[in-house]
């Protein structure tokens, strides 16, 4: 579970601070897929950023199971966003000189697994999202929904409790980003792995998909609606 207890932070723009969350307290629980939704300037990225441990609030906490992330130092955060989150970007963030599988397997390299057991696993999680066939091809020679669904395969390689996911399909067409949305909602209802997915977008179709979506406007919480997913 992820309790957020009257989270804010502000950024100094020329001479005056400008309110990206104000006071925003929000709970996730396991098997929730969320949507965060508002206007631009909303606060929407600045709450997934602390949800990571990308960034830290002026004020507030982030508790993941009980634990206090917030006062975490940057070594143990590191730690925290290797094993037990996993994220995927917009702009796909893969490395343009690895392959497809050396890009999913990055994370488990990192945490010291041996390159054949890593392969394993990558090739397995690429096979999952439908990409096996693809697996040495370098980011280059993949379509921008190819390297979504590899971003993906990504962001589970380390099975984390937490998929935090930053406008998946904005740089997808419709047809693209709805693969890639019915993979985030399988992962999302996974009964195999009960995690939580919080996802941030404009996109009104993707945010349907959710089960629970979370609208906010001025660094606030409006509304919070429950919902099956459709």
Not at 14 to 24: P, T
Not at 85 to 103: D, H, K, R, Y
Not at 160 to 188: C, F, Q, R, W, Y
């Amino acid at each position: 579970m992820i309790e957020l207890r009257q989270l804010s932070k502000g950024y100094r723009v020329g001479g005056h601070v400008v309110q990206a969350l104000d006071e925003v307290s929000l709970d996730f629980n396991p098997g929730e897929f969320v949507s965060v939704v508002g206007p631009s300037g909303s606060g929407k990225s600045t709450l997934l950023h602390i949800l990571g441990a990308l960034d830290s609030p002026d004020s507030g906490s982030v508790l993941f199971n009980g634990r206090d992330i917030t006062a975490l130092n940057e070594r143990d955060k590191a730690e925290l966003r290797l094993h037990f989150i996993g994220f995927v970007f917009q702009f796909f963030n893969l490395l343009p000189t690895m392959s497809a599988w050396e890009n999913v397997a990055l994370p488990m390299l990192l945490g010291g697994t041996s390159l054949r057991a890593a392969k394993a696993d990558a090739v397995q999680l690429l096979d999952r999202v439908e990409l096996a066939n693809r697996a040495e091809h370098r980011p280059a020679e993949l379509s921008g929904g190819e390297m979504q669904r590899v971003a993906l395969a990504r962001a589970l390689i380390m099975d984390p409790a937490l998929i935090l996911a930053d406008e998946p399909t904005g740089n997808l067409d419709s047809k693209t980003g709805s693969h890639v949305m019915s993979l985030l909602s399988d992962i999302a209802t996974d009964v195999s792995c009960i995690r939580i997915v919080v996802m941030v977008t404009h996109n009104p179709e993707a945010a349907g998909i959710t089960n629970r979506i979370v609208h906010m406007h001025d660094g606030r919480v409006g509304d919070d609606s429950h919902a099956s997913a459709t």
